[in-house]
Each structure stands twice: as structure tokens, then as C-alpha cells.
């Protein structure tokens, strides 16, 4: 009860400094270079996040930026570790946690944390905890996903359907191309049937020549 009642008193006082305000949020990007996760190296929820990056993105860079997730003085290495990781080439941060119960998720509700996801340069999509687990970070991220798997997929393009739209926009493109030579073909053996070989118009013009 009393985390909770300090859980409300930050997000009102942050809600009110306009630190959550949807203005504000920043744009993911569609087709990321690379990605940032910011995480406990030893988290079950990183390898579901890197599983499923591999999976659907394995083309794609990621820099992995290690923190202790809960304890003390957890929030302020969090906050450390999102303030190097905007500092990256990265396009995206992940913030990649499992789920607990709100002992365990404290550190995400450290003021610090949500001050680290707002000064970040570069998106920051919240993976932590469960569907049902929300903390101050998921509403200063610019995207709470409901979980951290599925804030891997959100940020990652499928390259399966990448490669099988790449497959139709081929397609299309050679019938737009037979297309479009067909009908110039068509044009050219009109224009063809228009012109008169030289000797031909010479023998008009002797023709004519003669009937004058």
C-alpha cells in the first residue's frame, strides 16, 4: 500500500511537469539499423527478446547495455545505462525487464528512470513486466509494450514478409515493364505502317510527274 501511494504521487507530479505528454513522444522507427537494450544480462526476458529479435530481424545490429534490474541503487544504474545507450548509433532503446510483483519493479518507478527515457535522443519502448504491470517507465517511454517480447517485435520488421512483399513489388514491377513495352511495340508497328519506303515515294512522284 505505501509503494502504491508513492507510485501515484510521482506519476501525479510528473503527469503535471508534462513529462507524460503524448506531444512529446518521439516517432519508432519503421526499418531500425540497430537497437539498444538496456537489461540485466542474466534476465530470462532479455534471451525471449533476443530470441525473437533473431527471429524476425536477424539481419539487425544490437547493442546490449547490462544493469541490475532491483535492488538498491538499481534505478540510478538503469538510468545510467538508458543515458549511454541514446548516446549509441542505435535507432531504438528497449527497456527489457521480466515480470514481479511492485518490490520487484520498484527500481522502474524511480524518478530518475523516467527523467532518462524523456532526455533520451532516440525512442525508448518499455518491455517491462507483464500486460498486467505498469510502472512510471512505461509512461514516460515513448511506447509501453505489453511485454518484452513484444516490444522486440514492434521494433523489429519481419524480414520473412519483407522478403516476400520485396517478391510481389518484383512481380509487379515486370508486368508493369512487359506492359509497357507491349504497348510501345503496338505503337511502333503503327507508326511502321504509316511510313513509305523511299523508292516507293520516288515512284509516286514519277507517277504524278507523268499524269502532269
Known amino acids: 500500500g505505501d509503494l502504491f501511494e508513492r507510485f501515484l504521487k510521482l506519476k501525479a507530479k510528473l503527469e503535471a511537469e508534462g513529462l ?16 539498444a537494450i538496456v537489461s540485466s544480462p542474466q534476465a530470462a526476458a532479455l534471451q525471449d527478446v533476443l530470441n525473437t529479435l ?32 541514446a548516446q549509441s548509433n ?8 521480466g515480470g514481479g510483483s511492485i518490490e520487484d519493479l520498484w527500481a522502474f518507478n524511480d524518478e530518475v528512470v523516467a527523467r532518462a527515457i524523456r532526455a533520451s ?6 518491455g517491462v513486466g507483464h500486460e498486467t504491470d505498469f510502472t512510471i517507465a512505461d509512461f514516460a517511454a515513448d ?6 517480447t513484444a516490444a522486440a517485435e514492434l521494433l523489429s520488421p519481419d524480414r520473412e514478409a519483407l522478403l516476400v512483399r520485396l517478391v510481389q513489388l518484383d512481380r509487379q514491377m515486370r508486368r508493369q515493364a512487359n506492359r509497357s513495352l507491349a504497348e510501345r511495340g503496338q505503337q511502333l508497328d ?3 505502317s504509316r511510313l513509305t519506303h523511299p523508292a516507293q515515294r520516288l515512284q509516286q512522284q514519277r507517277e504524278s510527274l507523268r499524269h502532269h
Do not use: N
Not at 56 to 62: F, V, W
Open 20 to 35: 507524460f505528454d503524448p506531444a512529446t513522444r518521439r516517432t519508432l522507427p519503421k526499418h531500425p539499423r540497430a537497437l
Open 143 to 148: 511506447l509501453r509494450a505489453a511485454t518484452p
Open 190 to 192: 503503327w507508326l511502321a
Open 90 to 97: 542505435c535507432d531504438a532503446i528497449i527497456l527489457c525487464r
Open 54 to 85: 533473431k527471429r524476425r530481424a536477424p539481419h539487425l545490429p544490437i547493442e546490449i547495455y547490462p544493469t541490475p534490474v532491483q535492488g538498491d541503487g538499481a534505478g540510478d544504474k538503469i538510468a545510467a545505462a538508458i543515458t549511454l545507450a
Open 121 to 126: 535522443r532516440i525512442p525508448v519502448v518499455s
